[in-house]
């Protein structure tokens, strides 16, 4: 079901940007708030079940990342006002989705449970806040593109769909500070079970990269708030934040040794 739901919301939203004031711009938002409220009782619902949060396997934590994409974005619509950009955004979600219907059921996740309750919090909010750095950087790449038409004198049709460039700046920023924050509280409680497990070590590969990342975006939102970054060079700083955050995952599961990945 989550898959259709997702799939009507992108229809709704590909029609809202196709046709400016349609039905579209009203049914995007509600398709999208029905597939978040049923995703969220589904979750729920494994999750009383299972005795945890259903974070357990890649299919777990890629279904969570949808949900959470779609959280953000809802948050940024509503703050903007903005909706001709759900098109660029919620087709991630569909897939993201798909692949975790799809797969999901075909495997069988560790049945350890991830205890304690805050530990699983540590794991929630650092899908969240990674889920928001992923929409940040599709708000910074539809900020390259329409101010490289501006500057080309390109007059298209995405150019009259879609917000002007400070509003986007101001979409890629807020998404961004929402992970930043999300992320903080995600390390704050990692390294509090860390220590009062035992588990694992401070000097783990994935801890240090992640507060690489950290640092790239705390200074990305420090120089637009402080430094006054505005443009290109704001939304190339937060699009390195992300890129660092992909290549990281990368590189620790392909060449170090993470006491905490998924598999």
């Known amino acids: 079901m989550l898959p259709v739901l997702y799939a009507l919301s992108v229809a709704a939203y590909a029609r809202a940007y196709a046709h400016e004031g349609g039905a579209g711009g009203r049914l995007g938002p509600f398709a999208l708030r029905a597939a978040v409220l049923v995703h969220i009782l589904y979750l729920s619902v494994r999750g009383v079940l299972e005795g945890h949060l259903p974070l357990a396997s890649v299919y777990d934590f890629l279904s969570a990342t949808g949900l959470s994409m779609a959280v953000v974005y809802l948050y940024v619509e509503a703050r903007e006002g903005i909706r001709t950009t759900g098109v660029f955004v919620l087709p991630f979600v569909f897939l993201i989705q798909i692949v975790s219907s799809a797969y999901g059921t075909q495997t069988t996740p560790d049945p350890v449970p991830l205890r304690p309750f805050w530990f699983e919090l540590h794991t929630l909010t650092a899908v969240l806040g990674y889920s928001a750095f992923a929409v940040s950087a599709i708000y910074g790449v539809l900020f390259l593109i329409l101010y490289r038409d501006i500057k080309a004198n390109r007059f298209s049709f995405f150019f009259r769909r879609m917000p002007p460039l400070e509003a986007l700046g101001q979409m890629n920023i807020r998404a961004a500070g929402g992970g930043l924050v999300l992320l903080t509280l995600a390390i704050a409680l990692g390294v509090g079970w860390l220590q009062r497990s035992g588990t694992g070590s401070l000097f783990d590969p994935k801890i240090w990269l992640t507060l690489f990342v950290w640092c790239i ?8 708030h402080r430094f006054g970054w505005r443009g290109p060079r704001a939304i190339y700083m937060s699009l390195i934040g992300f890129t660092t955050l ?7 599961d392909l060449f170090f040794h993470s006491f905490h990945s998924f598999r």
């Not at 975006?217 to 637009?224: D, G, H, K």
């Not at 992909?246 to 620790?252: G, W």
């Open 217 to 224: 975006f705390a200074f990305s939102v420090l120089a637009y």
């Open 246 to 252: 992909l290549l990281s995952r990368v590189a620790v």
